[in-house]
Each structure stands twice: as structure tokens, then as C-alpha cells.
């Protein structure tokens, strides 16, 4: 492979390139000098045994960069280190230099100057990961007639280094107890490998414990690292100046603007995690600010201190409690977006805010709204000129409330509130009116564990929408097993923990979720048997446990896989007692976040006309695979870093009692679909396939037994599924 050229330009010659291999640089000696460095460099070059030109001005594009010899870490990792990267694609870069700039990418091109900057990164990182004897090589294989090359770091790691000894200098001021700390929970320990992100992270650990434990001034003078000649062994050497320790001083509070109200100071002392005279801690200074602004009647409220000088004697540290108010008074307008019940809903509302309501810093909430379910399947003609309110592709539920949220409750962790409602709830054939009152506790036990403490008294009255039976004849013609669509007065109480890890509200790459809840119904009624005495109640217990788990699977976290998993299961208790479970409490399947193969409460028992009617037992569960397969694409008409695509597997089913569980009809579900990222998190649209259908005779229950697109469920909504 070669191509000649005949030139008088500056020729620059590299016996060191197999065949003789001759360079040629125009215009300018430095560059000469470049292509000089980079065949030295590149001495393992695949080349012919012909005469080679390469010119300045020419762009041989990157076709592929590899790693060999990269035993202890995987190309994605490496390829993370290193700015050289394999050209797009020829149809994204034709977008971006034919059509448009805003479109595609640009080709990437060899750069020599960017090999030797890559190399020095590389070593870098080896070295920083306890490889010190590590040698790294490169190769490039050129195509003249396609002006692309082919490169590869050749690596070899040599052997790696392990921490023996670990020090700690400078500690030996600081007062007994902060010390116990320091060295109760270190980030390295003895005879693991040496890895600089460990030592970064253990000294600022250890800068972390002196600044919450009253050493504001704390400083690191110096991390050394020494290394035996002949031994591949570490010792890490940290030296610390802790300063003086100090206490909190006083404490002033400065309101900015009065909004129609005032707030006692009281309140705002009540929510800091200090007061004067404590040890000086960063992390309750910060604590502080998170309950103030949580307080939600803040627009900002920043902590500020002074630190004394060198010069400054005295060991305490004021603060100043910077705050700014927001109205007392509020009307706010809704636009309601959300994936309740599984199914895209859409509609308005308007609410209506009273903050310090009675002082204590109580917030008094009025809030009025409407809501339409599955939009996309409404049949607005048929609503208009047939069926009205009665027709079954109408759903939706009108919301109408009073909330009154109590900010703190004996500790500033935790919280109360205490709201009534009226609900109106439309399903198909079916609809229900709540008249719901509920106190509820919340404490949060870390930054990430919740706990929830609710008590439920509600009268719920189903009405069965069926011009079929008169309304006055439904409650008699009900069989025994349907009579969970009788009004019932319930007292419910639940308590629900919850852990969240994950690293994004919105759209979680990484970490966990994990909540479990558990309810009773009936002990208020069987205490005060009148409240019952007219309207039948249920007493039952509902155990529910969900977990989604998220794994990046690529060091960029353009690839990142979701698991979900939710099982529940409700029993009766009373042996006197057999009014089942109210049918808003019962488990239903299917829909956007659910089984994606079926529409919302599709899946699961159904009565004798075929209406979902719910369960008392769900296994559910999702597979996702979200990849960002189209970025390189530019930005013109949307941002295509923003555009997900999706693969998923579904499986899951509801079980009118959990005795009758059977793996044989646990449904399957697959499809694909496609997210765009917004302010408010992703946009959604799902195509759902049903898999495996066991409510199917056995010769149509799989997919490639029915017509593919027979049975497609199209999903919408905001956030992911999961």
C-alpha cells in the first residue's frame, strides 16, 4: 500500500520505520520535527516496504483504536482516559460537513500531538492504580487510498503495587474522641492495591471528620507515597495541621423581605442542628440550611459564618441566617402530566397556598383538580353524542382537597400532615366516590431512609355505570365474590420505609430503590363497632415490597439497564368478617409501568362481563435496556443526545387470591420504545407485545401464534417506566 507524490518540500527521513519509510512535512520544520517524534513513537508501524508521504495538510480519519494487553482494565475504561477516538460513522459525518454543523459529528482525525498527550494520560492512570513499571507501546497501520489508520496502545502492565503501611501525621493534638473517629471507618486498609482515588477519598474523609467535629481550619500539608526498589510494595504517608477546635458562636437571623407575613424566630432556632456554644460542625451547618429550605416557606435560605483569622484569639464561629420569604398567599394554576394507574393522564388544576397558616411555619394547601386517563384511546365523538359520563373510553377522576402540612413534629426530622378529600374516580363500567380523611407522619431516618406513617378513614361508594342493571338493583344482583363493589367505611393504617440510592430523580443511572409497605383495615370499626354499624368495612393486612435496581453499562452511561421487581400479596383476618377488600386497594396489572403488553388493569381476574376487577395477590416485574444509540446524530431538529431508545421484557400477572398463584400463567410481555429528556424528565412513548398471554386457549398464547400486530399496547407518558 503506498502512494507517491513528487515534491520539493522540507523531506524528513526515520530509518527506524520498517522499509525505510520516508516522511514528508510541508511548510513548516516543527512539523518535520512532529512526524519525526510520532514514527519514533510509533516504531511497531505495519507498513509496506515502500516508499511513505504523509502531508500535513492530509486527514486521515481514525478508523478504529484498540487496547492490547489491558489485563486489568476494559477497553471502555481505557477508552474514557484518552482523547484519540474512533471517527464517526461516514453518514453522520457526511450530515455534519455536507449538510448541516448542527447535525452529525465531525470526523476525528490522526493527530500525533494528541497520541503523545494520550500516552502521558495513560501512564498516569497505571501509575495511579499501583502499575509503576508499566510500559506503553503503540502500533498505526495506514490506508492511503481510504486516507484512514488503524491504531492500538499496546500496554504492558507489569506488576501492580500493594499498600503495606499507612500513616497518619500531625493528629496527634486533636482531642480523643474526633481521633476514635478518624480511624473508625478508613476508605484504604493494608494489603489491598494501590489506587489513587482510595488516598484522594481517605484524606478528604479524614478533613471531613475534623471539619464536623470542630477543627474548621483543618488542612492536608502533604500525601507521600513511598515505594522499596525491589519490593512491589506501598507505603502511604498523610500529613495533616488540624488548628485549634471551635464552638458555634452567636447566632443572628436576617430576614430580607417581608412577604405579607412574619416567621418567629423561634421556628428558624427550632430547625437549625446547632446552637450556640456547640462544637462547630460543616455537616449541621449544612443540615440546617436543607430543614430551613425544606420548610417551604423560604424562596432561599443560606447559612453564612466567619472563621477568625490567624490573627483572631477567640475560638468561636457566628453565624448569620440569610433568609427570604415567599408570599404568604399563593394561587397556582396546574397543567397535570403524570403516569397514575399506570396510564397517561393529562388535565388541570388550580391550587391555592397559605404559608405560616397560624404561624409554626404550617403550610395550608387548597387544591382542586381534573383528570383525564388514556387519553389517546377517548372516543370524544361517541362521549359528545352517545354515552356521556357512562361511556367506557372515558376515565379520569376529579380530585378535590385540603391539606394542612405541620413542618416539624417533636424533632426537626420529622413531619406531619393532615388532609381531606372528596375523589371521584372513573373506570370503565365503573365508577367510585371517595370521601377520605388522613393524618400522616413522615421521619427521615438518614438522607436517603424514609419512613411513613399514615391513618386512612375513607368511605368509599362504587357505582356500577351498566345501562344493562338499573341502579337501584345492582347491590342485590351481586354474587358473593363481587361484593367489594358495596359502599364500605374503612380505617386504614400504613406504614411504609423507603431507601433511595439512586443518583438521579429523574433518570437514574445508578443504585437502588427499595420500599416496602404495610396496611391494615378494620381495627377502628371492630373498636367503635358503631362506626361500622351501617356500612360494612374490611379487615385485612396488604404487604407490599418494590425494588428497582440501575447498572450503568458503560463507563459514559449511554447504556444502562433497569430491573424491577414488585410483589404483594392481601389476606382477610376475621373469620367473622368476609367484606373483601375495598376495589381502589386491590392489586391490578398492566399498563405503562407495569405489564407493558396490556393496557392499564388489563391483566388479572375480570368478572362475569369481563370488567377488571383487581387481586389480592401480584407478582410483577420489568427488564429495561436504555441506550443512547443516536447521539453522534448533532442537534438539528432535536437534540439527539436526549433520545433514548428502549428494549424491554415484562412478566408479571394478579391473582384474585394468593392461593391460586401458578407459574404457568405468569404473563410475559416485550416491545420497544423511545425517551427524549425534558426539564420535567423524559417524555415516553412504549410499544408493548404480548409475549405470552395464559388467558389464551394453548395454541394462541405465545406471539408468534396470533397476528404480530393484533394485540399492540401504546403507551405514553412522562418519566420512565421505572
Known sequence: MHNHRNTGNLLCRNGGVSGGGRVVIRNSFALCVYAVIAFLVLSNTP????????????????????????????????????????????????????????????????????????????????????????????????????????FAFRIDEGERWIIRNITYKGLDAIDSLTLQKIYEKPEIEIDIPYQIDLVEREFQRILDVLYNNGYAKAAIDSVNVEFPRHEPEASVIMSFTPGEQFAFGDIQVNIEEDRGHSVSPEIIYRMLEYKTGDTYSLANRSMSERNLNRLGIFESAKIDIRIPSSDDTTRVIPSIVNLRLRSKHEITPEILVNDENNAFNIGLGVGYSNRNFLGGARILTLRSRFRVQSVQELQLVRVLNENGWRDPSLLGAIDIGLEVRQPYIFTTRTSGRWGVSYILEKHPYVQYTLLRNRIGVNHQYSSTTYGILEWTLERVS?????????????????????????????????????RDRTDDVFSPTQGFFHSGTIEEGGVLPVLFSYLGEHLPYSQYIKTTFTGRWYFPLDIRRNH????????????????????????????????????????SRQLGPVDERDRPIGGMAIIEGNIESRINIVRNLGEFPIDFNKLWGVLFLDFGNVWEYGSDIRPQEIALATGFGLRYNTLIGPMR?????????????????????????????????IGHAF
Open 560 to 599: 444502562i439497564l433497569g430491573l424491577k421487581l414488585k410483589a404483594g400479596y392481601a389476606t382477610l383476618y376475621s373469620k367473622d368478617n368476609d367484606t373483601p377488600i375495598p376495589i381502589h386497594r386491590r392489586f391490578f396489572a398492566g399498563g405503562s409501568g407495569s405489564v407493558r403488553g396490556w393496557k
Open 685 to 717: 412513548i412504549d410499544f408493548g407485545f404480548k409475549l405470552y398471554d395464559p388467558d389464551q386457549p394453548a395454541h394462541r398464547q405465545w406471539l408468534f401464534d396470533r397476528p404480530f400486530f393484533k394485540d399492540i399496547a401504546i403507551h405514553f407518558g
Open 47 to 150: 507498513l509496506t516496504a515502500q516508499d511513505i508521504y504523509i502531508y500535513a495538510e492530509d486527514n486521515f480519519t481514525i478508523r478504529s483504536v484498540r487496547f492490547e494487553g489491558n489485563n486489568s482494565f476494559s477497553d471502555a475504561v481505557l477508552r474514557d482516559v484518552v482523547g484519540i477516538e474512533k471517527s464517526p460513522s461516514r453518514f453522520t459525518s457526511w450530515l455534519n460537513t455536507k449538510v448541516s454543523a448542527k447535525l452529525g459529528r465531525q470526523p476525528n482525525y490522526f493527530d500525533v500531538i494528541q497520541v503523545g498527550e494520550d500516552l502521558a494520560r495513560l501512564k498516569v492512570f497505571y501509575e495511579g492504580n499501583g502499575f509503576f513499571n508499566v510500559s506503553i507501546d503503540t502500533s498505526l497501520a495506514i490506508n492511503f487510498d481510504q486516507q484512514r489508520v488503524r
Open 462 to 498: 362504587p357505582r356500577t355505570l351498566d345501562d344493562e342493571i338499573p341502579p337501584e338493583e345492582i347491590d342485590r344482583q351481586l354474587p358473593p365474590d363481587r361484593r367489594f363493589e358495596e359502599p364500605q367505611f374503612n380505617s386504614i393504617i400504613a406504614f411504609t420505609l423507603q
